[in-house]
């Protein structure tokens, strides 16, 4: 963090004050914002979904808080309608092209396969460069070396030791995506325990075989209750999606630091259960209509369960260079689905 | 004009009071003030002037906070949308008087959304999307879809074994397809048997037909089998497979724009997904039993064999659920569960093959 030595040090400067996030949208109100964008999109024939993408972004972004002040969403709706048109267009290209020739596709897919890092840190300076929280934009930088080690070296070691490295492969995804990032000039930092990770994934093996041995010790011992396996097979599933969602998330938040401010989050599984049920009864029920105000309902949990403990002012961060990142690497990143 | 708000410089994250002021023929000014309770004495509040030709103001979104930015990076910030709207007025740029922030307000307007949404989507899903999948599939060239028939090795592969019936058997049957697929060529035919699954047969994109050991030994007779010999030409005939793959990636694409984005596509988006790619796949094997059932008339097999078939097929899988009851006995159809399937309820298709005439 820069100093800035011209400002009086106030007394609490040193004090650890605890910062909630907070989301203030309303559900309906994002509807409404929401149905629109999808009528204009249609009425358009699907050009106005870089428009719709940004006023969405812009709702999430603009409601969100950190000490009063709120996040925004910067993307020009041209910029991303122009980098959906090429991405479209070199997909359209790499169809035909694995169609005329199935030999040139292969050597395209390999090609593409080397690429996507490249794309992945393109995508992520895009998304950080489009973010700003109180007029300081974020940044992302990430090497091509660190991203491929991410993206393909550490999850194979992870498939190969049948799952042994694999908390290591998550864990290494979690600092490229941390370390690398910036608020302004200041670096994020993340620091975690190995064996935090490795503890969720055990605790999910152990339920795993918990469940089963229950399950199938049921269907033996009392063939009568036999009809409950699969509704009892189901509900183990979700526990271990809402467990891993609830650890992951608390473990993600509380290692990442910025300067000398910790992060923090406290999700609970009651708590992530109730969203995600609530969610998605709705949502049936209602044909998808309750969609936007689900995402809403997510934000506000998220938010309300995660916090910065700051460590004096958050008045001295100050703004990066200004950079030029291209649209590209986002869109391709749509087109092609590099799930993060 | 007084709007109350904050400043920022933009080139360090601290915020300051300030008051945007505008009066009728002079600039636009923004005046930024101290902290409060900090030192009154220290300064003068600063006084920005701004030139509105550089001036950019966010168009209205929800009740969100309102952005103005002007000369490069500095940003005035205000909760007060109604005055920063009727700053835009009086200023006459006029542009972004907000149609948008209209349209999202008004409850009629989001009543119309709504519907014409909801009809333009089913009637997308409902007819748009299979005739457009229908009309690409003919397009496609044939070494296309002729390609993507080497799935089969991967099938072998994977799932099936080879056939234990004997080459005699297998000669038979060929022998009995022959005359039939002759009228065919067009879409390259070609029988294969494999076991390693229950009774089953299908098409694959290639030309291939496999029928299973299974389903092989399960008909009694073998105008039965050309019964489903004529079914699965219908889905090579009528290029199902690829439709169907077509099919899947436009619903995929529809939902990316519906709810823009790829990460919404989990458990929520994906069960009416799932939904709709069984309901389409189900008409595919209506149109393929229409096929087979117009098909067998003309070559002068009573259709009869298709209902027969289907009987024994049904008998094969009651057999196969023995002990788990109740399941078969609502044998005319309508059940939840056939929103769950990819093929009609087996009952239905017996009916409609009686009933054809």
């Known amino acids: ?340 | 004009m007084i709007i109350q708000g904050n400043y920022l410089d933009g080139k360090t994250s601290r915020g300051r009071r300030a008051q945007l002021l505008y009066r009728e023929s002079s600039e636009l000014q923004i005046v930024v003030f101290d902290e409060e309770g900090y030192s009154s004495e220290e300064s003068d509040p600063k006084s920005i002037a701004v030139d509105f030709h550089n001036l950019e103001i966010e168009s209205r979104l929800g009740n969100t906070p309102r952005e103005i930015s002007f000369a490069g990076n500095q940003l005035f910030i205000t909760p007060d949308n109604d005055a920063v709207d009727a700053l835009i007025l009086e200023l006459g740029t006029g542009e972004s008087v907000s149609w948008l922030h209209k349209l999202e307000s008004s409850l009629p307007t989001i009543a119309a959304s709504v519907i014409i949404t909801l009809a333009v989507l089913a009637a997308t899903v409902v007819y748009g999307v299979p005739k457009a999948a229908e009309v690409i599939a003919f397009k496609l060239p044939e070494f296309v879809s002729s390609k993507l028939g080497s799935s089969l090795d991967v099938l072998d592969n994977t799932i099936f074994d080879p056939s234990a019936l004997t080459e005699s058997r297998q000669q038979e049957i060929r022998t009995l397809f022959a005359p039939h697929l002759e009228r065919f060529e067009d879409l390259n035919p070609k029988v294969e048997f494999r076991s390693g699954m229950k009774a089953n047969a299908f098409a694959m994109p290639g030309g291939e037909i496999v029928l299973t050991d299974d389903f092989v030994e399960l008909v009694k007779d073998d105008e039965e089998l050309l019964a489903i010999l004529y079914h699965e030409l219908g889905h090579l005939k009528h290029r199902h497979i690829t439709r169907r793959a077509l099919q899947g990636s436009m619903i995929t694409l529809i939902v990316v724009l519906v709810t823009g984005d790829l990460d919404t596509i989990d458990l929520l988006t994906g069960l009416p997904t799932l939904i709709l790619d069984l309901s389409y796949s189900r008409d595919f094997e209506r149109e393929a039993d229409q096929f087979a059932l117009e098909h067998m008339r003309a070559a002068g097999i009573p259709t009869e064999n298709f209902a027969l078939a289907m009987e024994h097929l049904q008998e094969y899988y009651a057999e196969d659920k023995e002990g788990e009851s109740s399941e078969n006995s609502d044998s005319d159809g309508e059940s939840w569960t056939d929103y769950f399937s990819s093929h009609p309820a087996t009952q239905e298709r017996i009916d409609s093959a009686r009933d054809f005439r």
């Open chain 1, 1 to 340: 963090m820069e100093e800035n030595s011209s400002d009086d040090q106030r007394a609490t400067a040193n004090q650890t004050v605890e910062h909630r996030f907070e989301f203030r949208g309303d559900g309906f109100e994002y509807f409404k914002i929401w149905i629109v964008n999808i009528l204009l999109t249609i009425v358009t024939l699907g050009i106005y979904s870089a428009w719709a993408t940004v006023r969405n972004n812009r709702y999430f972004y603009s409601n969100l808080y950190l000490d009063n002040n709120n996040f925004r969403y910067l993307a020009e709706p041209l910029t991303i309608l122009k980098g959906r048109i090429i991405a479209v267009l070199a997909f359209v290209a790499y169809s035909i092209a694995a169609q005329l020739m199935p030999i040139f596709s292969l050597v395209l897919l390999l090609l593409l396969l080397v690429a996507i890092p490249f794309f992945v840190n393109q995508s992520l300076a895009f998304k950080n460069r489009m973010s700003a929280y109180r007029n300081i934009q974020f940044r992302f930088h990430g090497s091509y070396g660190e991203a491929f080690m991410v993206m393909y070296i550490w999850p194979i070691l992870g498939v190969l030791t049948l799952g042994v490295l694999y908390p290591l492969a998550i864990k290494k995804m979690h600092e490229y995506r941390v370390r690398n990032s910036a608020y302004g000039t200041t670096q994020f930092s993340y620091e975690a325990n190995i064996w935090d990770y490795g503890k969720i994934f055990l605790v999910i093996l152990g339920i795993g075989v918990i469940g089963f041995a229950v399950t199938v010790g049921i269907s033996y011992l009392m063939p009568a209750a036999a009809i409950i396996s699969p509704a009892l097979m189901v509900f183990i599933y979700l526990a271990i999606i809402v467990f891993f969602m609830v650890k992951i998330n608390n473990l993600f938040y509380c290692s990442a630091g910025l300067a000398n401010h910790r992060f923090g989050a406290h999700l609970t599984m009651p708590g992530m259960a109730s969203v995600l049920l609530i969610n998605m009864v709705l949502t049936i029920v209602t044909l998808g209509l309750y969609l936007p105000a689900a995402k809403v309902r997510m934000a506000k949990y998220m938010a309300d369960n995660i916090n910065l403990n700051a460590s004096g002012s958050l008045d001295n961060f100050a703004a990066a260079e200004q950079e030029n990142v291209s649209v590209l690497g986002e869109e391709f990143g749509q087109v092609f689905d590099f799930g993060l």
